[in-house]
């Protein structure tokens, strides 16, 4: 911007000086300026004003002339010297006398005159005096002068046509024969006028080629026939002529050089001020997007901005910055979740930030608040890790990884050798107590030493290699990579979310041959992980219980990209705005129960759609090499299915804002506890009736339950039929099952599972001292709680509904 | 009629065929192999189930045609269609047959999509497999140019030519 306005300085100060010169008017400009009006007022017949005549030339000047001459000069150019400013030179060209002839005798103007009849080069002098009125007039110095001419030209008609009433003034002639003898007439009183002042130029040879090559290009002429002439360049009109040192060539130079400063700035400034509304741009996006991250977590966007800015310290982004001091502690702190959250949208490259979020990885959390914690924590580590990075930059980064962590591993080496010694020398010491051996001086004095140093190392190793990595600039992607598809040391989320950290730059440097390699790998985690079958293989949207629906919409949009880059999904805000509109309280449902997202491209594993009231899975945490490196533990995974939203969705429910919206009401009404599968059908159904009714771009026909109960109920449901829906659901749901024969057949299938346990810790090789806990109160109790629980409220729920409660759902079909 | 339901009634009885989503192209995020068996959009409004297989075609057409108000009174006229034919095939008057074929034209209304199953078995495929030669002539013609009429949708024609087609 700089550059700009000293730029535009430079060409204000070109226009004053050049303003400024033009305003100082001596006497010799004025005699300059009358020049010029002179001979402007010539082409419109009214130059007898600025010429010093004699009353009787007067007289006759004043007269209108009866014909018009069509005189007009051209090229004029006036120079009057400061030392003689009364003397004025002028250098002009006339028409020739042919064109002139013609245009009289037609009383019209020719175009292309020019080109026919040549133009009469004429220079000399006038002089400026003033008359006795005390006006200013101009007196020609010598006879051959335009303006002498231009008077010759005024007076035809009245004395110099031979044949009086020959020229028709209007142009029009009763036959060829008068306009010929009009043309003759005006020929001759023509070069009559022209002999008289200009001798030289009126010889009988030249007027008379002349005159035979304009007649012979007459016709082409006449088709540039204009009743008036044209506008001509006025005499003064011209800024070489009013200020003559612009043809300097010191002036030229210098204004070439200015010109190119002022494109220079122009340009320098247009960039700049490109990059400026970029950034605007990108600031308002930006803020947009931080406004929905706000509202996330339904904290007013000023706080969060204080907030960030209080707790972050140095953050560079503009709309974060805050408005006025504010003292730490007056505005609230945000949890890890939401600054994981917040860094996922937008990433920043704050080692602090980054190294907060590294220490919040745990493998395997336990609780699933912990879990989802880490998991965006991952995302966002991703996020910010890839922020500005080159993809020519990931090898080196790769390797200064990889050699940060061997240099970590010798110091575990290093510390598990001091450690070894020291639990070596305690037992020497143990030793010599027991045998009462007195010389233990010097080897308590190494224990010391040893202890000393072995705080040292563990002060050291408290930052394993990533923290240490991120705190020198080095970029671990290699460490998210194995995150990702590393099922056995972290949860499902995390990888989950390494992988939504990374796929973004994965995604957009894939074709590049540093990337491609880390993009293969987790593509295959990816795919592994969807195909094991443990039917347990989903992409979860896990959120905080106080989000919102534009938070909602944000996070859903970054877990279907994960589940399926190649897809194009709806608006995820539209459909969070269609759901929340026609299903109130949908988001309490979301929030409590995360939304799992399956891939039917797995559909030969129809264990996605089969319900079973729980998904049991046998876990082994090991270190690799399978069967044979050491095995860390062994565990149960539980997934209690009856609860909403436990089975699953289809992504491509995804693909229109509207499919997703009847499946998520069912889920709802199971969330608003009513665990009646008939009634929950039959409210479904309802439900669809009137939301396809509404949405006409919704497409009801791939929704199979409503196809088969609109043809098995009806358009408007039969309460007669309310057996036939009954009889539906127990064909695919099985018929209710009391209390204790539920519980009976749940303890019998324990007991074959824990069977099954036991048989495989008596036989497994590999570690056998590592075995899977049995499912009884000593064992894993929660596994155990989570198996009967699911087994007895599955087998309890009712399955039917009588023809009363069909009527009540059809007229209150909104679970209350 | 609105112009919402035309559209919907063309593409259900068959004069239109309906725009055929573009399939997904195999990519690297596609975890099925490439000699997938089970097409992708086949089931994904199922509530977790087991064996809930998609139901015919024309049901789903069916079902979507019968949430327009127009629905019930095109169903109406083609119940009402069907028990004229029926009784015209029982009173085996071929002329009738023949001018009421001619002024209702069968594509427009002999359709699962209006017409239940079981009455139309009733009412038309019982009562062809009783009624004369001429008569089941006059309808295999009429079930012809409804064959050649109709883009999708044609089985109960196709059905009938190959029950009777050699009537004549």
Request: hydrophobic content about 40%.
């Amino acid at each position: 911007m700089k550059h700009f306005a000293s730029a535009m300085i430079n060409a204000l100060l070109l226009l004053l000086f050049v303003i400024g010169t033009s305003c100082s008017r001596s006497e010799s400009e004025q005699n300059e300026d009358l020049a010029g009006q002179a001979f402007d007022a010539m082409a419109e017949g009214k130059a007898a004003q600025y010429l010093l005549l004699t009353e009787e030339e007067q007289a006759v000047a004043s007269r209108p002339p009866r014909y018009r001459s069509y005189f007009h000069v051209q090229d004029v150019q006036v120079h009057v010297s400061e030392s003689e400013p009364d003397t004025i030179h002028y250098e002009c060209t006339v028409p020739g006398p042919v064109g002139v002839a013609f245009c009289i005798a037609t009383a019209r103007y020719y175009l292309l005159n020019d080109q026919f009849s040549r133009r009469i080069p004429i220079s000399g002098y006038l002089r400026v005096i003033t008359d006795d009125d005390g006006r200013r007039c101009i007196v020609p110095t010598d006879k051959s002068n335009p303006f002498a001419l231009y008077l010759a030209l005024q007076r035809i008609g009245d004395n110099d046509f031979t044949v009086t009433g020959t020229v028709n003034p209007q142009g029009d002639y009763q036959s060829d024969s008068a306009f010929v003898a009009a043309l003759s007439a005006a020929t001759v009183a023509v070069s009559d006028a022209y002999g008289r002042i200009i001798p030289g130029w009126v010889e009988g040879d030249t007027l008379k080629s002349e005159l035979e090559n304009y007649v012979a290009n007459f016709g082409e002429i006449l088709r540039s026939a204009s009743p008036n002439l044209p506008p001509l360049p006025s005499a003064r009109s011209g800024l070489l002529n009013r200020w003559p040192w612009l043809k300097s060539k010191q002036f030229i130079f210098w204004a070439v050089v200015v010109a190119l400063l002022i494109i220079a700035g122009v340009v320098k400034g247009a960039y700049y001020l490109g990059v400026k509304i970029n950034n605007r741009v990108q600031e308002h996006r930006r803020a947009r997007q931080f406004s929905a991250y706000g509202s996330l977590f339904h904290i007013p966007q000023n706080t969060l901005t204080l907030a960030l800015s209080c707790t972050v310290g140095a953050f560079d982004w503009d709309v974060m910055q805050p408005k006025h001091n504010q003292h730490a502690g007056e505005t609230p702190d945000l949890g890890i979740l939401e600054k994981a959250i917040l860094f996922t949208f937008r990433p920043a490259v704050f080692r602090r930030e980054m190294v907060n979020l590294c220490r919040n990885l745990e493998k395997k959390p336990a609780d699933n608040a912990k879990a989802m914690s880490a998991g965006w924590c991952a995302c966002a580590l991703g996020r910010c890790l890839t922020r500005g990075l080159s993809p020519h930059k990931v090898q080196t980064h790769r390797k200064r990884f990889d050699r940060l962590q061997k240099r970590f591993q010798k110091e575990v080496d290093h510390y598990v050798a001091v450690r070894d010694e020291l639990v070596g020398l305690r037992q020497a010491n143990i030793q010599d107590l027991i045998s009462n051996t007195k010389d233990t001086k010097r080897r308590n004095s190494r224990i010391k030493k040893l202890q000393t140093k072995l705080q040292k190392l563990e002060k050291t190793l408290r930052d394993g290699p990533v923290v240490r990595a991120v705190r020198r600039g080095v970029r671990p992607i290699t460490y998210l990579e194995k995150m990702a598809c590393d099922m056995h040391s972290h949860s499902k989320f995390e990888q989950q979310g390494a992988m939504m950290g990374l796929l973004p730059f994965l995604i957009k440097h894939s074709r590049h041959k540093q990337v491609s390699p880390v993009l293969e790998n987790v593509v295959k985690a990816r795919n592994e992980m969807i195909s094991s079958d443990s039917e347990m293989s989903f992409f979860e949207v896990r959120v905080p219980t106080y989000c919102t629906k534009e938070g909602y919409g944000v996070a859903l949009g970054e877990v279907l990209r994960c589940a399926n880059p190649s897809m194009t999904f709806a608006d995820t805000n539209q459909i969070m705005e269609l759901a929340t509109a026609e299903i109130p309280g949908v988001l309490s449902l979301l929030t409590h129960y995360p939304l799992r997202i399956i891939d039917p491209g797995n559909r030969e594993k129809e264990g996605f759609y089969k319900f079973t009231p729980f998904r049991h899975a046998l876990w082994t945490q090991y270190v690799p090499p399978k069967d044979e490196g050491q095995v860390i533990r062994r565990y149960h995974e539980v997934l209690d299915m009856t609860l909403p939203n436990s089975t699953g969705l289809n992504l491509r429910l995804f693909t229109s804002p509207y499919d997703v919206i009847p499946v998520l009401f069912h889920e709802y009404c199971h969330h608003m506890e009513d665990n009646n599968e008939a009634s929950v059908f039959l409210r479904t159904h309802m439900f669809c009736q009137y939301f396809y009714r509404k949405y006409r771009a919704a497409d009801p026909k791939k929704n199979f339950a409503f196809v088969y109960l609109q043809n098995l109920l009806g358009t408007t449901p039969d309460p007669e039929k309310y057996d036939k829906l009954n009889n539906l659901i127990l064909t695919y749901y099985g018929e209710q099952e009391p209390e204790h024969v539920a519980e009976k057949k749940t303890d019998l299938m324990v007991d074959e599972m824990n069977k099954q346990i036991l048989m495989f810790n008596q036989t497994n090789r590999w570690c056998p001292d590592k075995t899977f806990p049995l499912l009884t109160n000593e064992g894993d109790k929660t596994s155990l709680d989570t198996i009967r629980s699911a087994s007895i409220r599955a087998a309890t729920a009712p399955r039917r509904i009588t023809q009363q409660e069909f009527n009540e759902r059809l007229e209150n079909w909104r679970p209350q | 009629m609105t112009p919402g339901y035309e559209q919907a009634r063309r593409i259900a009885l068959g004069l239109t065929r309906a725009p055929v989503a573009a399939n997904d192209s195999e990519n690297m995020w596609e975890v099925m192999p490439s000699n997938r068996t089970v097409p992708l959009l086949e089931t994904p409004f199922q509530f977790f189930v087991r064996d809930f297989a998609a139901p015919p075609e024309v049901l789903a057409q069916r079902a979507a045609l019968s949430l327009f108000d127009e629905y019930e009174a095109d169903r109406n006229r083609a119940v009402n269609f069907l028990l004229r034919l029926s009784s015209l095939l029982h009173s085996r008057t071929v002329e009738s047959i023949e001018t009421m074929l001619m002024e209702t034209p069968v594509w427009d209304w002999l359709s699962y999509v209006f017409l239940d199953e079981q009455d139309l078995n009733e009412q038309l495929i019982n009562e062809l497999a009783k009624t004369d030669g001429p008569c089941r002539r006059a309808v295999c013609n009429a079930a012809k140019s409804a064959m050649e009429r109709l883009e999708a949708h044609r089985e109960l024609f196709a059905q009938i030519l190959a029950q009777y087609g050699d009537a004549q």
